[in-house]
């Protein structure tokens, strides 16, 4: 949790320094990508940690994931450029590629399913808080220190994490041995490097319909294809193909998917709305996402316990598939003028069904595989959970721009004509000066006062664009989270692989009894009636009374 806490903390701490940092490095039209470098790098990397921690054990890699965090933090820090920046992030997002899913991989590891639901929620709760602390200190820090501080002040508490899981972290070592899935690492990152840039591209940089966004998607089709047939010959796959051909895995990944989108579709541009059109300052645009937050934590704090004590997760995913369509049908209804009251409203509702189902997920995957395979099967859901994040980022960012672009100018077409006279005698004014100076009030400030008015109106016209396309994913994980079968919580950390055969377990049906025996050494069994338990893993049974013989 402490490792998890510092990758979380800079990632929302951020989030409302984002329009200063574009303001003052440039590149507001690639907006999207100082999160989406950090997402995409961290895709990649989720499946191979997974997959090697499963072989290796998880506590080094936990703490070279947190090392290298930290050199990115730095490197952030002091950047001059905003590719430098960009790179940065992406050094950052490989040691979250490493943190988030083993933190939920060292708990699964520790905690049996039907006692996980409870410590998940409060893992969960520990994203909701950096939720809320995050975008306070970095609008405050932004305001008064600069956006560089924000990357620095992860620094110690990284130190921190670091020290005590050295010294206190100790979990058994794999005893699984397996070669390294080199040609499944050779075709699934380039396979997701293009596709993920293709996607960020398109629209933005590129025609969707150009030439260099179809041939990147192609060459990424190929690439994954290929990664596709590794995985179903390889001895030790990097992402086996059987578990997402389990329908309870495959459905659960779908709608983390789909969830992922809407989160950061609101964590990412809830702060660009709030200084975009109504005008705030960094540190209150951080301020709006507490109510969000706040929900979330309240939330998935009480899920957890509910799950913990019932034993069943499937409402819980339902009703917060429900919940998250009310409140991003009330985001997508914002315009410019309403109080700030509709956007709370808003964020609470979203906060409440993130906190109902986002972390629930993860315990449904966790439940349903064997012991051996917690570690991928952990980073898959993570997976998916970065793609969504990582293409629901550069979507969104995409439609932003490309409305941004058309709305701004038609509202400043509605301009009295003594206006628009005023304003061609000044030299007239770009659409990019007006798309940087609606995320930077001090160039707002030196425009015409006139000019505010349908600026901030297109700026909404082009959130509600943002946030109407966030919808259908929201919809879409409902639907998966419908068909998700409820199954029995274990109660403990180890179950018997069902791919196990009767002849592996050595079962046999004792005659004279009629009582079902397990055997799993040589030795005799004596007969005795009494209801006998038997622990597959230690391989030895005793009487429910008492012990017995081998």
Known sequence: MLGMFVASLSQTIVGPAMPRIVAELGGVEHYSWIATAAMLVSAVAVPIVGKLSDLYGRRWFYLGGLAVFMIGSILAGLSQGFWFLVFARAVQGLGMGTLMPLSQTIIGDIIPPRQRGKYQGIMGAVFGVTSVVGPLIGGTITDNFGWRWLFYLTLPLGVVAFGFILRFLHLPVSGQHGKVDFPGILTLTPGLVIALLATTWGGNTYDWGSATIIGMYAVAALFLAAFVIIETRVAEPLLPMHLLGRPIVALSVGASFAIAVAMFGAIIYIPVYAQGVMGVSATNSGAILIPLSVAMIVTSIVVGLLITRTGRYKPFLILGGLVLVGGYLLLANLQYGDSQWHLTLAMIVIGLGLGLCMQVYTLVVQNAVAQRELGIATAAIQFFRNIGSTIGTAVLGTVMTAQMATAIPEQLAKLPAEQMA????????????????????????????????????????????????????????????????????????HEQDSTETAEETHEFRDTTTGALAAIGASGSVTTTGEIRVVDTEERHSHRADGPAER
């Open 422 to 493: 005023a304003l061609q005698q000044q030299g007239g004014l770009d659409a990019s000066q007006l798309e940087a100076a609606v995320l930077d009030p001090s160039a707002l400030a030196k425009l015409p006062a006139f000019l505010v008015d349908p600026i901030r109106t297109g700026m909404g016209e082009a959130m509600h664009d943002v946030f109407l396309t966030a919808l259908p994913f929201v919809i879409a994980a409902l639907l998966l989270s419908l068909f998700i079968k409820q199954m029995p919580l274990r109660d403990t950390l």
